[in-house]
């Protein structure tokens, strides 16, 4: 196979990972979304470190290799803000 056919397989299937990756962002949303609201009912802050902790340390642990781990707290400390500030549009 030609360096290029490479290329474009390889960004096709980087695409169709784009595709399930969304989909799973936007349920992710979703269910904070909800519990933004269940927070707001029950008068809690939206920002809880401890829980926040939990979530990087379980991720993180899945990924063996030392570089990825890196790349992958940030991701997820990125997706955690956006689900924080999707938490705090939430009106009762």
């Not at 990087?56 to 899945?62: A, D, G, K, Q």
Request: glycine letters at 2%; aromatic letters at 2%; proline letters at 1%.
């Amino acid at each position: 196979m030609r360096t290029e056919n490479k290329l474009k397989k390889l960004r096709d299937e980087v695409n169709l990972l784009d595709d399930k990756i969304i989909s799973l962002l936007i349920e992710r949303l979703e269910k904070s979304m909800l519990i933004g609201k269940l927070k707001k009912e029950l008068s809690v802050e939206s920002y809880t470190p401890v829980r926040e902790k939990e979530i990087l340390n379980r991720i993180t642990s899945m990924v063996v290799d030392d570089e990825l781990r890196i790349h992958a707290k940030r991701i997820f400390e990125r997706i955690i803000d956006e689900s924080r500030a999707v938490q705090r549009k939430i009106k009762l």
